[in-house]
């Protein structure tokens, strides 16, 4: 009895969470994903699941989701909403209850571990983190990182910890990070309100990383869980090349006008007019013409959408919590300023990086006792033979 009223006890401290899933009817393996959310051990957990698809509704999958969780509740939307939209749907009033201690954001491509959702929590109480993500593996073989997070650098640019299809040996299991994996977010519930969720106009790849500079610029702080794993399916609907060649300058430039303010916010203007002039002329000569597209309609575009933009920054400057002269996680990381011309964030650059591990490996080969053996017997044979040349 005295373990029961334990255990009970200790049922009544767990944190509640709020698993909203954004998923598209039509993904042929949503049944896998709901499995997933379905077998989580943690037991303090609701969940709510906002369909993209047609107006009509699709008992079949209704039928699936309450068979699988029958106190889950489910939102259709139209086909048009992005994802950020979609999951600002939580601050709707009556949605918002103060039950909730967190919200976790999923997409229909990740399927979570049996103890995913726990160690997530666990690690949020644990180091009072504002955001928590998991480590993301690959569907078809859970031996390779899929994503691992980011860094952010000086220029407001992330920067993949990981390589897609590096295996998975424990080398990037740092917790503190700059932008958790997109698929999954754990996000403290007050901390969503008092930012008011996702910035709409900055959709993927880089909505994570946006809310994750927000939170940590009102002091809040960003862990990956290592030992919290999800995989993730290759989908066809990832953003293709040329979609991040355009997007990825504008998102850039609004979230380093949403991230500077005073003399701070001058300097970095005047930095991104230099690099709007680099990235054009990079695009028109590497025949980028997505880029320079991108680089040349960043500062027409963020003009546009200047009220949704001083409003963020508003909100922001109200709960600032960071020094702009010492920002602790925005690294200025090697490349920074060909990374932001360049429109994207590449991979191997780091001193960890698989391409850089592989380049020293090819130079400690050509340096070592094979290599040098090789290289005198070049010589002896070079000199031994150059009769045949005379």
């Not at 509740?73 to 939580?90: D, H």
């Not at 399916?233 to 500077?260: C, E, Y």
């Not at 020094?323 to 001193?351: C, D, F, K, Y």
């Amino acid at each position: 009895m005295e373990k029961n009223e334990k255990e009970n006890q200790s049922s009544a401290l767990e944190p509640m969470v709020k698993a909203v899933l954004v998923a598209d009817e039509r993904t042929p393996w949503l049944e896998e994903v709901i499995d997933g959310l379905a077998a989580q051990d943690y037991k303090k957990i609701e969940f709510l699941l906002v369909l993209k698809g047609k107006e009509k509704t699709n008992s079949d999958v209704e039928d699936l989701v309450k068979k699988a969780i029958p106190a889950s509740k489910i939102i259709r939307t139209g086909n048009t909403a992005s994802y950020p939209l979609l999951a600002n749907l939580v601050l709707r009033n009556e949605l918002t209850e103060s039950r909730e201690n967190f919200f976790l954001f999923l997409k229909d491509d990740l399927i979570l571990d049996a103890t995913c959702v726990r160690r997530m929590t666990e690690l949020a109480v644990e180091s009072n983190a504002g955001i928590v993500g998991p480590k993301v593996l690959d569907r078809e073989n859970p031996s390779l990182l899929e994503d691992m997070g980011s860094m952010l650098d000086n220029f407001y640019s992330p920067v993949e910890r990981s390589e897609k299809g590096e295996n998975d040996q424990g080398q990037y299991d740092k917790k503190e990070i700059s932008a958790v994996p997109e698929s999954a977010m754990l996000i403290r519930a007050d901390l969503f309100r008092a930012i008011e969720g996702y910035d709409t106009e900055i959709n993927s790849p880089d909505n994570n990383v946006e809310i994750c500079l927000r939170s940590y610029l009102v002091g809040a702080k960003i862990v990956l869980a290592s030992n919290s794993v999800a995989t993730r399916f290759k989908t066809q609907s990832q953003v293709a090349k040329k979609s991040i060649d355009v997007l990825r300058p504008r998102h850039r430039l609004r979230m380093t006008l949403v991230g500077n303010f005073g003399v701070s916010l001058f300097r970095s203007v005047f930095e991104s007019i230099l690099i709007m002039t680099s990235g054009v002329l990079y695009g028109l000569v590497t025949g980028r013409f997505f880029l320079t597209w991108g680089h040349l309609s960043s500062f027409w575009w963020n003009l546009k959408r200047l009220k949704s933009l001083n409003s963020i920054r508003d909100r922001v400057r109200k709960n600032y919590a960071i020094s702009t002269s010492n920002r602790g996680s925005l690294e200025p990381q090697q490349h920074s300023l060909r990374r932001a011309v360049a429109g994207q964030a590449p991979s191997g650059t780091g001193p960890d990086a698989l391409t850089r591990i592989r380049f020293h490996q090819l130079w400690a080969a050509l340096l070592g006792p094979g290599g040098i053996a090789l290289l005198v017997a070049g010589v002896i044979l070079g000199f031994g033979s150059r009769h045949l040349l005379s």
